[in-house]
């Protein structure tokens, strides 16, 4: 019996809301500051066969491939050999995954003795072993970067609450009380998904909302299908690149295919340069999750839900053995990095086709902040997400400040990290005056953090871009600001690279400064009013 | 005293109500607002009622100024302090988008810009020692060069860590007063004393912002009142559901914000709580949108987490979830194909449809017409003509595309509206742990009592109590109101910690004293009561669940008990709880003081003759015959079986089959099935 549309409707919405619930209650039962301050961590509610049908709006980076992920676990464990109690688990960058700290688990939801879907959860962990605290940005593979696991099945009860499972992990890390109580806020939100579909069934029968979400996928691709149409047909290609792999100084080259054929679009990122050697290698899941959000946020409105449906008329595809398609064992910890420029080439495509529609570039970076310290307490590890200006667009001026497109950080307050960590302080964090580039609408300003050491031996490790290589202005707008690090010791000054590490000693600053976005249009036709507010704001450069 | 008149007088975007108490009974004047001069419509229906105030010696009073000044910023010129490095925090944010695919995303403008903002060589560390001393001669050399010839009307200090100590800021605030003596200054521990600075920052900057603009509109109002012999009290709505001498809101404006809402939930919490029910879930449906509320054994649910115009604000407000459904509401389809309600209204003008002023996208008012759950000869007590044919062109077009009958569609139309407010509901109830079906309904507002019986079937909510007039409940919640006031302190500690038990009742102490000397202060010493609640989570955690104490429990309280509290209430919310690996603490605390009016006025409906009609209405897909009657007819004839439309002055219930209605010695209709 076909679903009537009023009840495709009030179940689609509370598919929605529930989604949103199980992210507002993993941000606020979480331990470590990335997850419940800095939010880095997705939830969404899967149909029986891994189709995302709806999820928490966080991070556009874990939410594109959510069933990526979630296929290599189905393949080995089938859903219909799961138990009450299971779930899936998987990290592993060449199985689906992303990068390792980002754990995804699934959990089947049954009716009785139906499954009628999954809901799941991932998060970004603080630790997970691996060669430093954090972040090891000397990683040569995979292995490196932190335990991996490997698309698995294991049970709660048995496994998990006190099981083997949690005891491997717990002997593992170097935070466990942050990552095992980051894993149980994730079972946790998972059980609150679960509980919402349960609810749903009882009151509309799991008839009713199996098909509603099949329906909402539909729904979905229906709306993308529609803005796609609505974009002129044609070939449109487009370049950007990353400063370098960090050892080098060789720009990594991403080029991007784009074609738009009626109601179907795809990407080709053919031309892009082989991978390399360090940590800025791009996993496939991360690459589509970039080209993904690229097209969806250029050609639809925000309202259009992204599931599964929204991809149907999108395909993407990357060389194996390119910085955006790796071979393992290649590490892949700064994979945003890559993934960013994949998002860049799309969006300079893009460009020629809807111009209006499109911003230029901004400093579209994941810039990471890794400070550890092993005291008497054992080790203390703070990361942190920064982001820059974002590019100008037709409407208007960039964003001061906000974290870049593929992710959706959120700062740690400076008094959470007070009462967080004692071997450093935060003794400044501002705006960047000068930093976003001119144009009729200019771009956004980068933010200056300066941190100041109050012990001997902390570790920096970092990873960013956009040092060397600034973000370039659209229609005669003007390139943004580039980004740099330093550190100040006495009377002498450490420049630092974009992908490094640092030991740093007591009474050192740091001081790091991300880059702003590009203008957009001519710089001559900004309007008289724009340019005064620039300058009672102080958004221009003390020159 | 109780033959003296008490006046409510509330002020919302499009209408001023006024509910007067007098000996002779209830009077009730409804007159148009003026936004651009908003006490002159307050005066206005002071003066349409026909008072005589030199009689009246209680007048409340709750408007949307401060609400108002914020959404267009006009609030006042601020300049805002910070701690040396740290002036950016109101442009820098958390750094995160609300829509994450936005690319041409804005952060909300913060009420201070860049050019205002100044700060000082100083710094506090975590646990309130000082880490770099407030260096004075460079502060008031800066204090000098930023206010000097500024015009600035008022002042912003916020530094960091100083929820944990607040000296510095204590000591700005003197030699800012010294030097620039009348200029309004507001320290962020005295508006909240909670962690994140950003949050906190904004709520002072909000509040500086907002205190000259209150303390300007009391001024006039309380010189007008004068002048019309008014010699009572004056008192306004908070945020928080309780109110507070005009007096006592000098430093205290930024609790105004959203004050209207709050006051519909007091007024239903009154109402409903005469006829013996005080677990509710309030829900107030007007021209553009829905308030809902939870209320637990007769207190509204506070929270601390509310924000204006995407701007934080840390003090306690009702915990009033807003949803774009009202009967302004359009009704139309996306491009997925996908009937959408809301959240663009039609407003005032043009306004639906059927008003005859241009509208021709159809609203939820239309459906109603067109469903015939309202009828045109009774639109607002028949005071407003409406044209239920331009209702039914307003749907054409949907009905056509979906192939289906208009009443068909407007039908559908009400299934999605309604549905809109039953999330609205479930985010103040199950996704708080409350089971809805434990609670009654109080539908109010001019469209509340309409949706009510088939919102409450969804919840599985099996009681409705609809108050009498109900559409000027929240006037009469401003009388009904008591005197209120919050104070929060962030002191750490955890729970498995020496002598907590005994730190938690010193604490409590401690902040009882200080309440009831700021109440004394305001004249307030009558029934004080209080009520007490942790913020508390596991050590680790960032955000807190709050626990709610009463006197007793406090008395013999220890350490198990309040370990045992806290699991249940992170439970409910949660789903889990940690207590096998984790250690609860105290976060802060929060204690509110409380005073009753004198007396509480009770709402009666209008007296009028019986009156009773058949009419023919669709409903679920079918077309139903229905009886139309009022309350007097109602109350006549004792019990009534649905469908039944029961229509007063100021809104109609719609009664579904199934329920039963009947009215009770409160003048309360009570629904249940």
Not at chain 1, 339 to 356: I, S
Not at chain 2, 7 to 24: I, N, Y
Not at chain 2, 337 to 343: D, H
Request: proline fraction near 6%.
């Amino acid at each position: 019996m076909a679903l009537d549309q009023v009840d495709q409707a009030i179940i689609s919405q509370a598919l929605i809301a529930a989604a949103k619930e199980m992210g507002i209650k993993l941000v606020r039962s979480a331990y470590s500051p990335i997850v419940r301050e800095a939010n880095d961590c997705s939830a969404a509610l899967l149909d029986v066969h891994g189709n995302v049908v709806s999820q928490a709006e966080l991070i556009p980076m874990q939410l594109g491939p959510i069933g990526t992920t979630f296929r290599p676990c189905a393949e080995l464990y089938p859903p219909e050999t799961l138990e009450p109690g299971d779930f899936y688990i998987n990290n592993h960058p060449y199985h689906g995954g992303q990068h390792v700290p980002d754990i995804f688990i699934f959990t089947p939801i049954f009716f009785g003795d139906r499954l009628v879907g999954f809901s799941s959860t991932v998060a970004h962990h603080l630790d997970l072993g691996g060669g430093a605290p954090g972040l090891n940005m000397a990683a040569g593979d995979v292995y490196q970067e932190g335990l991996i696991f490997p698309p698995s099945r294991y049970n709660v009860n048995r496994d998990w609450n006190g099981g083997p499972f949690e005891r491997l992990v717990r002997a593992n890390v170097r935070v466990p009380e942050k990552t095992i109580g980051d894993c149980n806020a994730q079972f946790a939100a998972n059980g609150v998904g679960t509980r919402r579909v349960v609810e749903l069934c009882e009151k509309f029968g799991a008839d009713a909302v199996t098909q509603a979400m099949a329906g909402l996928l539909d729904y979905a691709e229906q709306r993308m299908r529609a803005a796609i149409a609505a974009a002129p047909d044609g070939v449109y290609h487009g370049e950007d690149q990353l400063d370098s792999d960090g050892v080098g100084d060789t720009p990594l080259v991403v080029r991007a295919r784009v074609e738009i054929a009626g109601d179907t679009v795809s990407v080709d990122y053919e031309g892009t340069c082989g991978q390399v050697s360090t940590n800025v290698n791009c996993p496939f899941a991360s690459t589509i999750a970039a080209g993904l959000s690229c097209v969806k946020s250029v050609l639809t409105s925000p309202d259009i839900p992204f599931n599964e449906g929204a991809k149907r008329p999108i395909e993407i595809t990357a060389p194996y053995g390119s910085l955006l398609n790796p071979r393992p064992p290649a590490p892949v910890r700064a994979r945003m990095l890559s993934a960013y420029r994949a998002y860049n080439a799309v969006m300079k495509a893009l460009a020629q086709a809807v111009p209006e529609q499109v911003m230029a570039a901004g400093f579209d970076t994941t810039h990471a902040t890794c400070l550890s310290h092993l005291g008497e307490e054992g080790y203390g590890i703070y990361l942190e997400i920064f982001g820059g200006g974002y590019g100008a667009s037709a409407v208007g001026d960039g964003c001061d400040a906000v974290d870049s497109p593929l992710s959706n950080c959120s700062n740690i307050p400076i008094e959470a990290i007070d009462m967080e960590h004692e071997f450093f302080r935060v003794v400044e964090y501002a705006l960047v005056p000068g930093s976003g580039g001119g144009g009729e609408s200019r771009g956004g300003l980068g933010l200056r953090r300066v941190y100041e050491v109050l012990a001997d031996d902390v570790e920096y490790q970092s990873y960013s871009d956009r040092f060397v290589i600034a973000p370039e202005g659209l229609f005669e707008g003007e390139d943004g600001g580039e980004a740099f690090v330093s550190v100040l010791r006495g009377n002498e000054k450490f420049t630092l690279g974009s992908k490094t590490s640092f030991r740093l000693a007591k009474g050192d600053r740091l001081v790091m400064s991300t880059g702003g976005g590009a203008g957009y249009g001519d710089p001559g036709r900004r309007s008289a009013e724009r340019r005064a507010q620039d300058r009672d704001d102080g958004a221009l450069a003390a020159s | 005293m109780s033959d003296r008149t008490r006046v409510g007088v509330e002020v919302g975007g499009t209408f001023t109500d006024l509910v007067a108490f007098e000996a002779g009974g209830v009077r009730i004047t409804k007159v148009p607002s003026t936004p651009q001069a908003p006490h002159r419509g307050a005066i206005a229906a002071l003066d349409e009622s026909g008072l005589a105030l030199e009689a009246a010696d209680d007048l409340v009073h709750g408007s949307t100024v401060a609400t108002n000044a914020v959404l267009e910023r006009k609030g006042a010129k601020v300049a805002f302090f910070a701690t040396e490095g740290f002036r950016d925090l109101l442009a820098l944010q958390r750094q995160s988008r609300r829509s994450i695919y936005d690319i041409r995303y804005r952060k909300p403008e913060p009420v201070v810009p860049r050019r205002d903002t100044f700060d000082i060589p100083e710094r506090t560390g975590p646990h309130g020692e000082v880490v770099t001393p407030l260096d004075e001669a460079a502060a008031r050399h800066r204090v000098r060069q930023a206010l000097q010839g500024g015009g600035y009307e008022s002042v912003a200090i916020c530094l960091l860590n100083s929820y944990a100590n607040p000296a510095h800021e204590r000591r700005m605030a003197e030699m800012i007063a010294e030097r620039f003596p009348g200029t309004g200054i507001t320290c962020s521990c005295d508006v909240t004393r909670e962690f994140r600075e950003y949050e906190r920052a904004s709520t002072t900057t909000l509040a500086a912002y907002v205190q000259p603009v209150i303390d300007r509109y009391l001024g006039a109002f309380e010189r007008a009142l004068g002048e019309r012999g008014f010699a009572g009290r004056f008192s306004l709505m908070q945020s928080n559901g309780g109110r507070l001498p005009a007096s006592g809101m000098a430093g205290n404006a930024i609790t105004s914000l959203y004050s209207g809402p709050a006051a519909g939930v007091m007024g239903a919490i009154r109402q409903a709580g005469r006829s013996g029910y005080s677990n509710l879930i309030t829900f107030d449906m007007g021209g553009t949108s829905t308030d809902v509320c939870l209320v637990q054994e007769g207190t509204p649910v506070l929270t601390s987490d509310a924000e204006i115009d995407g701007l934080p604000i840390r003090v306690p407000v009702l915990d009033i979830v807003t949803v774009g459904a009202g009967g302004g509401s359009i009704v139309w389809r996306d491009d997925g194909g996908m009937l959408r309600v809301g959240p663009r209204s039609a407003g005032a003008e043009p306004g639906p449809a059927c008003y005859r002023r241009g509208g021709t996208d159809p609203t939820i008012t239309d459906a109603h017409l067109v469903r015939g759950t309202v009828l045109a000869d009774t639109f607002l007590g028949g005071r407003m003509a409406v044209d239920p044919a331009l209702s039914r062109d307003a749907f054409g077009a949907l009905a056509t595309h979906a192939g289906c009958s208009v009443e068909r569609v407007a039908d559908d139309a009400i299934r999605v509206a309604e549905h809109n407010i039953v999330r609205a509901i479930q985010l103040v109830s199950t996704e708080r742990g409350r089971d809805p079906r434990d609670y009654v309904l109080v539908p109010f507002g001019g469209a509340g009592p309409l949706h009510a019986a088939r919102v409450a079937e969804v919840l599985g909510i099996s009681s409705i109590v609809i108050p009498p007039a109900a559409g000027v409940l929240s006037a009469f919640g401003l009388v009904a109101s008591d005197f209120v006031r919050y104070e929060s302190r962030t002191v750490r500690f955890a729970l498995d910690e020496a002598g907590a038990a005994k730190r938690v009742r010193e604490q409590f102490a401690a902040m009882r004293a200080d309440a009831e000397a700021a109440f004394a202060a305001l004249g307030l010493t009558r029934g004080l009561v209080y009520t007490h609640t942790l913020e508390m989570r596991y050590v680790g955690q960032a955000f807190e669940v709050a626990v709610q104490l009463d006197a007793e429990e406090i008395a013999r309280l220890d350490a198990a008990h309040l370990r045992e509290r806290f699991n249940d209430a992170h439970h409910r919310i949660f789903e889990f709880d940690d207590s096998r690996t984790n250690r609860p603490e105290i976060v802060s605390f929060r204690l509110g003081i409380a005073s009753p009016p004198p007396s509480v006025p009770a709402l009666a409906g209008t007296d009028e003759a019986p009156h009773e009609a058949l009419v023919t209405l669709f409903d679920g897909g079918e077309r139903v015959s229905a009886r139309r009657l009022n309350r007097s007819a109602l109350l006549q004839a004792g019990t009534g079986e649905g469908p039944l439309l029961i229509a007063d002055d100021t809104s109609t219930a719609y009664v579904p089959p199934g329920w039963r209605a009947r009215v009770d010695s409160h003048h309360n209709v009570i629904l249940t099935r």
